[in-house]
């Protein structure tokens, strides 16, 4: 999905509500996707990973610190995701809420969740 085709609002209700409804907890989220099909895993860790990268970018990118990092960069924008929909929205419409990543690291991230289930689950990596 590129930046240019990118809308927000394309974003799938499946995935925000995934999000969501597992309350800013890595546990709570790691629970919804034990019991969800390899398919399934695969899908919500594509989403979270291509809704992440449409913020790693300036105007986005230009408010996460100075000396951040491209590994650093990636970080805040997954931690944005794993908020959910409503700050996801708010960062998109307003660059300038983006949250330096000193800021996220006190922040709930789901970064790795997905990847990690699937590996425990089907014995492989999510996309080896």
Partial sequence: MSEADFNP?????WFWR?????????NELNKRLQNMSEEQIIRFHDEFEDVAAQLTD???SDHMGEDASEDTIKDVAEC???QGMS???DIWKHPEK???YRKCKAMTTFS?????VFSER???SIHG
């Fill in 112 to 116: 790795g969740v997905a990847g990690k």
């Fill in 58 to 60: 300036p105007p986005y």
């Fill in 18 to 26: 995934v999000i969501n409804q597992s309350q800013l907890d890595r």
């Fill in 80 to 82: 944005i995701v794993s």
């Fill in 9 to 13: 609002n394309e974003i799938s209700e």
């Fill in 98 to 100: 983006t949250p330096d």
């Fill in 87 to 89: 700050y996801y929205s």
């Fill in 122 to 124: 089907f014995g492989r």
